[in-house]
Nanobody, 120 residues
Framework: QVQLVESGGGLVQAGGSLRLSCAAS????????MGWYRQAPGKQRELVAT???????NYADSVKGRFTISRDNAKNTVYLQMNSLKPEDTAVYYC??????????????WGQGTQVTVSS
């Protein structure tokens, strides 16, 4: 089973920056796409950014131009560089991976989440 662990969240002032990391461990055959999602209280979890194994990226309109997703396949890690943060970016951020595991096979895995709070 693959586990994902996020880190790098915290409290930052509006206009500041944070970098989130998500490291995958376990019985990994391969990791396909990886992504970042976020969920604010009372709201649905929403897509922030995704990146394929080949490096193609996709961003939500709300973060385009401010956030950058990247990955290090050798380390099984995905990153989210967050610049020009706004109070509306406040949420729990979750990483997700489309993985192929030895058992049971291809499956989506989620991390436990890391809190990002942006003060005005």
């Amino acid at each position: 089973q693959v586990q994902l662990v996020e880190s790098g969240g915290g409290l930052v002032q509006a206009g500041g920056s944070l970098r989130l990391s998500c490291a995958a461990s376990g019985s990994i055959s391969r990791i396909n796409a990886m992504g970042w999602y976020r969920q604010a209280p009372g709201k649905q979890r929403e897509l922030v950014a995704t990146i394929t194994s080949g490096g193609s990226t996709n961003y939500a309109d709300s973060v385009k131009g401010r956030f950058t997703i990247s990955r290090d396949n050798a380390k099984n890690t995905v990153y989210l560089q967050m610049n020009s943060l706004k109070p509306e970016d406040t949420a729990v951020y979750y990483c997700n991976a489309d993985v192929s595991e030895t058992t049971p096979g291809r499956i989506y895995r989620w991390g436990q989440g890391t809190q990002v709070t942006v003060s005005s």
